[in-house]
């Protein structure tokens, strides 16, 4: 392992905060585009929700499996085994 994939590893945010901001960025993105563009903006907003909804009970979240690849650090939310370390 590399020195520059360690460090990674062990600084900078989680999957979880990043999970977690995106999906924020997200829907306050299309709240915005909503009211100052089209009201079906709001779709969006909906698919995001759904998809943390149905995470919350499988685990999966295809952001997630895409940050773990590109070597995020892994958090509690999405790599239970994370959190007993």
Do not use: E
């Not at 009970?57 to 007993?84: E, H, M, Q, W, Y």
């Amino acid at each position: 392992m590399s020195t520059t994939s360690s460090v990674s590893q062990t600084t900078g945010a989680s999957v979880d905060q990043w999970v977690f901001r995106i999906a924020g960025l997200f829907v306050l993105a299309s709240l915005a585009l909503s009211q100052l563009h089209s009201p079906n903006w709001l779709w969006f907003t909906a698919f995001v929700g759904a998809n943390m909804f149905q995470a919350s009970f499988t685990g999966f979240c295809p952001l997630a499996k895409i940050l773990d690849k590109l070597g995020v650090r892994a958090g509690a939310a999405f790599c239970p085994s994370a959190a007993r370390r």
